[in-house]
T-cell receptor, first 115, second 115 residues
Framework: DGGITQSPKYLFRKEGQNVTLSCEQN?????MYWYRQDPGQGLRLIYY???????QKGDIAEGYSVSREKKESFPLTVTSAQKNPTAFYLC??????????????FGAGTRLSVL | AQKVTQAQTEISVVEKEDVTLDCVYE???????LFWYKQPPSGELVFLIR??????QNEISGRYSWNFQKSTSSFNFTITASQVVDSAVYFC????????????FGTGTQLKVEL
C-alpha cells in the first residue's frame, strides 16, 4: 500500500537527550514536511524539503534538525535545545511542480513526551 | 502575512443534524489555495478538498459541501445529516501562490456528533 509511515507511534525523551522521529513515504513524492501540533492549536511547520539533499526552515525550526539523504525518508531530530518538545509530530509529503499537484498527505503521527 | 481563523473551537450536534464549520482567511496574494482536512481520533490528517482562488464555484461531495466566498474571505464547510463517524477535528488551511508549498493552518474545530 502506498502511504506515509511514521515511527514510533509514541516516544519518550529524557532531559538532555536527542531523539529522532522517522518518516518514510512510498508515494514517489519529491517534497516532505514536518509539523508540530500542540493541544488546541493548528499545525506549525518545522522544516520542509523540496528535493533530496536540500531543506528549509519553517516557522519553528529552533531546537530541531533534519536530513534528506533519500527521496523516501525525512527524519526529524528533536535536540536537547528544544526545551518544550512534548507535542504531536506529523510528517507530510506532496508532489512538486504545478500548484495543482501540491496536496499534502499526512502520516499517522508520533506523540513525543518528556520523562 | 497569511492567517486562517476558525472561530468555533468545539461544536456538538445530534446525529442527523446539519452543521457548518466556519473558516475565514487573510492573504495579500491574488493566487492561493484553500484546503480542508479531517483529523479523526487516530491522529492522521485526511485531505478533504482543495479550492483555488479563481474558482468560487461551490462543491458538493456526498454529505459534504463547501461554500467559498472571496467577498467575505470565507471557505465554510457543511456536513449534511451528520453521523457519529464525522466526529473529528477539522482544519482549514491556506497556501499562498508563491514557492515552498507552505500551508498555514487554522486552530481547528472539534466536532462531536452524538446519538
Amino acid at each position: 500500500d502506498g502511504g506515509i509511515t511514521q515511527s514510533p507511534k509514541y516516544l519518550f525523551r529524557k532531559e538532555g537527550q536527542n531523539v529522532t522521529l522517522s518518516c518514510e513515504q512510498n508515494l514517489n513524492h519529491d517534497a516532505m514536511y514536518w509539523y508540530r501540533q500542540d493541544p488546541g492549536q493548528g499545525l506549525r511547520l518545522i522544516y520542509y524539503s523540496q528535493i533530496v539533499n536540500d531543506f528549509q526552515k519553517g516557522d519553528i525550526a529552533e531546537g530541531y534538525s533534519v536530513s534528506r539523504e533519500k527521496k523516501e525518508s525525512f527524519p526529524l531530530t528533536v535536540t536537547s535545545a528544544q526545551k518544550n518538545p512534548t507535542a504531536f509530530y506529523l510528517c507530510a509529503s506532496s508532489m512538486t511542480g504545478t500548484l495543482a499537484k501540491n496536496i499534502q498527505y499526512f502520516g499517522a503521527g508520533t506523540r513525543l513526551s518528556v520523562l | 502575512a497569511q492567517k486562517v481563523t476558525q472561530a468555533q473551537t468545539e461544536i456538538s450536534v445530534v446525529e442527523k443534524e446539519d452543521v457548518t464549520l466556519d473558516c475565514v482567511y487573510e492573504t495579500r496574494d491574488t493566487t492561493y489555495y484553500l484546503f480542508w482536512y479531517k483529523q479523526p481520533p487516530s491522529g492522521e490528517l485526511v485531505f478533504l478538498i482543495r479550492r483555488n482562488s479563481f474558482d468560487e464555484q461551490n462543491e458538493i461531495s456526498g454529505r459534504y459541501s463547501w461554500n467559498f466566498q472571496k467577498s467575505t474571505s470565507s471557505f465554510n464547510f457543511t456536513i449534511t445529516a451528520s453521523q457519529v463517524v464525522d466526529s473529528a477535528v477539522y482544519f482549514c488551511a491556506l497556501r499562498e501562490g508563491g514557492g515552498g508549498n507552505k500551508l498555514t493552518f487554522g486552530t481547528g474545530t472539534q466536532l462531536k456528533v452524538e446519538l
